[in-house]
């Protein structure tokens, strides 16, 4: 009996480890195992822009809700707004030998417990970035990208020597919207790397704190101004994203903490008495 109760508990673990699916291509480095949990947690007070819609019908339809309302948002680009809640890499780490991308045309993204790309239920937009440069963006990945594992075009010539390939992804199944954040290193070109393999599936992993953005509250807009751009066509049936222009790079976002409302400076001068 005891036997059977861990068993259980073993395969729950690896269930929930490994339930959201991964990096596998350029292959994401997880420091303590694979491990897929969401990085933050984000809600409709992340900006004005969301705020009083309805989030809590199905999936489809809250993506559809995003899709409409993020252009009226203080950000330009998907990135842009999942940084100010999750700004590292999460469970991933850039400590790893840099992938070889200089024959890839497409990154992989997987769920090996479900065997599918992205999850049935998790909808929503998603992201490619080559350092700045976002090189690859969806308003519905589930939707557009049904494969398993779900292959994507990416053009990786933005990469020149050794670069940070980061991909975002936003599921709006619930009010409550789940931050998946990975990173790998990269290298296009000449210099040490290894192959683009998938990590090594594990059955536990370190815990890793959740960030949770509670209430409406910090981040700065973009540096530059990103226009809209066209995805990489699809390989699935489905629609891919709506925007349509070339990719554009954008400086950094910084912020000091983890939620995302723009807040107001007051940048105060103080008048400096001289006395003889």
């Known amino acids: 009996m005891k036997f059977a109760v861990a068993t259980t508990a073993i395969a ?13 291509q350029p292959a994401a ?3 303590y195992g694979i491990n897929t949990k969401y990085n933050a947690i984000m809600t409709e007070s992340c900006d004005p822009a969301f705020a009083g819609l309805k989030w809590n019908d199905n999936p489809e339809a809250n993506t559809a809700m995003f899709t409409k309302s993020f252009p009226n948002s203080q950000f330009k680009t998907l990135r842009a707004m999942m940084d100010t809640a999750a700004s590292d890499c999460g469970n991933t780490a850039l400590t790893g030998s840099p992938v070889d991308v200089s024959s890839l045309s497409s990154m992989k993204w997987q769920n090996d417990q479900e065997q599918m790309g992205f999850i049935d239920s998790h909808h929503g937009p ?7 440069t976002r090189v690859f ?19 990786y010539s933005a990469c020149s020597g050794d670069c940070t390939f980061t991909f975002y992804w ?3 199944h619930e009010p409550n919207w789940q931050v998946y ?8 070109g000449s210099g040490g790397a290894s192959t683009a393999q998938s990590p090594v599936a594990t059955t536990a992993a370190s815990a890793v704190t959740q960030n949770v953005v ?5 981040a700065q807009t973009d ?32 912020t000091t903490t983890s939620n995302c409302k723009a807040r107001r400076r007051r940048r105060m001068t103080a008048n400096l008495r001289s006395e003889n």
């Open 181 to 188: 954040k990975q990173c790998a290193p990269i290298v296009n």
């Open 223 to 254: 540096a530059s101004t990103a226009s809209e751009y066209t995805s990489p066509p699809a390989t699935t049936t489905a629609a891919t994203s709506a925007y349509t222009t070339t990719p554009s790079t954008e400086s950094p976002v910084t």
């Open 214 to 218: 509670a209430t409406v509250a910090p």
């Open 137 to 155: 963006h969806s308003d519905d990945c589930r939707a557009a990208y049904t494969s398993y594992p779900a292959e994507i075009p990416i053009d």
């Open 126 to 132: 998603c992201e490619a970035w080559i350092d700045d």
């Open 12 to 24: 729950l673990l690896a269930h929930s480890v490994d339930a959201h699916g991964y990096l596998t």
């Open 29 to 31: 480095y997880f420091p």
């Open 170 to 172: 936003l599921a709006l």
